[in-house]
Structures are given as C-alpha cells and as structure tokens.
C-alpha cells in the first residue's frame, strides 16, 4: 500500500528572509509578499485538487505551530473556501532550531563564529548549531511525525523540514537534501520516492 501523499508548503516570506536572519523556531511576520504567496499556494492546491477530481475536504491539513506557518494555513484555506482556523498543529513540524544564532544575519556570524562556521561546511546534514539542533535531529521528529500520517494531507512548515522530508523519502542522500532549496509560493507533492514541484 502506497503511503499518503503531502501536499507540502513551505510558509511565505517573512520580514527576517528579507533581511536575511536565521529565523529557526523564532517567529516574524509575513510580508506583502509572503502573505500573495499564501493565497497563492492556495490556488495551486486546488488547480491540483480540480486536476485530480478531489475534495479539499477529504484532506488532512496540519502545520507547524510557529506563526507565519499558521498564517500561510489560514490564508491557503480560505482560498480553498475552507473554514480558517479547522487544522491541527503539530510541534514536530517545527523549523530547524538554530539556538543561540537565531535572530542573526549571515555576515554578522562569519564575523564571530568563523571558525564554527567551518565544520558546517564540512558536515552540513550533522552540524548542530550552539544550542540548537542538526539536520539529522530534526529528521528524527519529521519521522515521528510522518510515522503518524495515515491519510492525504495538507502540510505548512519551513524549509528545513521540506529538506528532512527530502532524505526521509530517499529523493536525495542527506548531505543532498541539507543544502537543496525549498521555495516559497509553490507546493510540493511528496509521494514514495519523488515529490513534484507546482507553481
């Protein structure tokens, strides 16, 4: 039997992305821009959902419990005509926890933490940030999560969690899947061994 599908988003584009700051489970708000994207995964998903004669409510639909993935959720339903707020969160969703870097920019780092920042180029999928957590920490609680999956469903995350769903379905080796984009503004259908890009 073929597991569920996911129908997965990454949330959209939030004011730190902007300004280029390591986000982790700290939260900002969406922009402009971010919150178009919403609404338009919104109409990817239900282009996807007319193709295949299906019923968003058949769907299961559950985020990450940080704020701009719920507010990419209640905007991408009521796109479909969905009641905002009936999904569930699930804290195993959760971004990618970048400890005591969260909040920062990319330059500011290779300003202070230079030397660190080289064992992340060497070991990307098994570097763990001070305080924080590494890619194949994350992949154990997206397996646990996944392990609960049972029907089709509607997924709103980060990016970090698209790359361990990435390596959990095997599309690409773990040091692949680490440094892969996760674009915003489009789904991803992930199925046994692929996941296809709309939008």
């Avoid at 569920?4 to 280029?20: A, D, K, Q, S």
């Avoid at 990307?124 to 646990?144: C, H, I, M, N």
């Avoid at 698209?162 to 095997?170: D, I, P, S």
Wanted: glycine share 10%; with cysteine; aromatic share 8%.
């Amino acid at each position: 039997m073929s597991p569920p599908l996911l129908y997965y988003v990454r949330h959209g584009e939030t004011v730190w992305n902007v300004e280029g700051r390591l986000q982790g489970q700290h939260d900002s708000d969406l922009t402009t821009r971010g919150r178009a994207q919403a609404l338009r995964c919104g109409e990817i998903l239900r282009n996807l959902l007319a193709r295949d004669r299906r019923d968003a409510t058949d769907l299961d639909y559950v985020a990450s419990p940080l704020g701009r993935a719920r507010d990419t959720m209640e905007r991408l339903r009521v796109t479909l005509g969905l009641n905002a707020s009936d999904y569930r969160t699930d804290a195993r969703l959760a971004e990618l926890s970048f400890g005591r870097w969260e909040g920062l920019a990319y330059p500011a780092l290779q300003a202070t933490e230079r030397s660190v920042l080289a064992a992340r180029e060497r070991d990307k999928w098994g570097f763990r940030p001070p305080g924080g957590e590494s890619y194949a920490d994350l992949l154990t609680r997206v397996r646990a999560w996944h392990a609960t999956v049972t029907r089709d469903s509607v997924v709103v995350a980060h990016g970090g969690t698209g790359r361990a769903l990435v390596a959990l379905y095997g599309i690409m080796p773990p040091e692949a899947a680490a440094v892969t984009h996760v674009g915003q503004g489009v789904v991803y259908v992930f199925s046994s061994g692929s996941w296809t890009k709309y939008g």
